[in-house]
């Protein structure tokens, strides 16, 4: 196959990226007392690198860091003097950030709350943009690092009953690309990784199956840290996924939005378990 000098100078230096060695790594993951964040935390471990935990429950995250020989401690990402302390615990120069934290509130948008808004965007948005300012410099200093920004295929697919949610991981993804293409040059990369539905509590009272794909924490993590290896710039979970964005491209307005209803519309509306989503929705109010 033949490929323009510009196309073939992109496509080597994908190829010549070096992959980040684990074992011995120090590495942090926002998040991580449970879910996908401790699913990762176990991935990691299970690679001999050095594991930092953080998350709002501090107790719950040092627990979670026990699980796996690591350290855990309190973290609130929507603080960027809280973040800079999580950082600061790191016992050598960090190698791998994963921005893992993350809360989705479901309901009709006009009825959720300003403060829940709020929480959703200064947590979903704002912490990695605070994590990436604050590990970013370090690792472009050394020449060598990956920052891993956990968003969500609702960063490409916008959804009916989760649309502050949606739009908060379309920031992330678009952050993560922007930012990515400015460390051109720098041995230092960003991967957006895009989970669809993980079978998590972020997803309790929710109906799964049919249209609607759902994967396991697990999963995820063996992509994050897939990551470290290829240092792709998005990665969908499952791949497939990702054949949406050029279908939607061409089809009729009627079916995408057809197939987007198949997927949320009912599900995060008028299907929604509230009394089985009550103990999760109550986490997210007390944030608020």
């Not at 001999?48 to 401690?73: F, H, N, P, Q």
Request: glycine share 12%; net charge positive; with cysteine.
């Amino acid at each position: 196959m033949y490929l323009s000098p510009c196309w073939a100078r992109v496509v080597q230096r994908n190829i010549n990226m070096k992959a980040i060695k684990l074992k011995g790594a120090n590495v942090a993951i926002t998040g991580a007392a449970r879910g996908i964040g401790l699913a990762t935390a176990e991935a990691f471990a299970a690679q001999g690198a050095k594991v930092w935990i953080g998350d709002l429950d501090e107790v719950e995250a040092k627990a979670a860091a026990a699980k796996v020989g690591g350290r855990g401690y309190a973290l609130d990402v929507r603080s960027k003097d809280s973040f800079a302390a999580f950082l600061g615990h790191v016992d050598g120069p960090l190698d791998v950030l994963v921005n893992n934290a993350g809360i989705m509130p479901m309901g009709a948008f006009l009825a959720e709350d300003d403060k829940v808004t709020k929480a959703i965007f200064d947590i979903n948005t704002l912490g990695p943009i605070w994590g990436m300012k604050l590990a970013l410099p370090s690792m472009i200093e050394r020449g060598q690092g990956h920052v891993v920004n956990v968003a969500s295929y609702m960063g490409k697919v916008p959804l009916a009953g989760v649309a502050s949610y949606s739009a908060s991981k379309h920031a992330a993804v678009g952050i993560s690309e922007a930012v990515r293409d400015e460390l051109h040059g720098t041995g230092v990369t960003v991967t957006a990784v895009l989970p669809s539905a993980v079978r998590t509590e972020l997803v309790a009272g929710v109906r799964l199956g049919g249209v609607l794909p759902t994967v396991e924490p697990e999963d995820i993590a063996t992509g994050i840290v897939k990551t470290c290896r290829t240092r792709q710039v998005i990665v969908a979970i499952p791949g497939w996924m990702r054949l949406y964005e050029p279908m939607a491209a061409i089809a009729p307005d009627a079916l995408v939005g057809g197939i987007r209803g198949g997927l949320a519309r009912k599900r995060a509306l008028d299907q929604l378990d509230k009394a089985g989503r009550a103990s999760y929705q109550d986490r997210v109010n007390r944030l608020a």
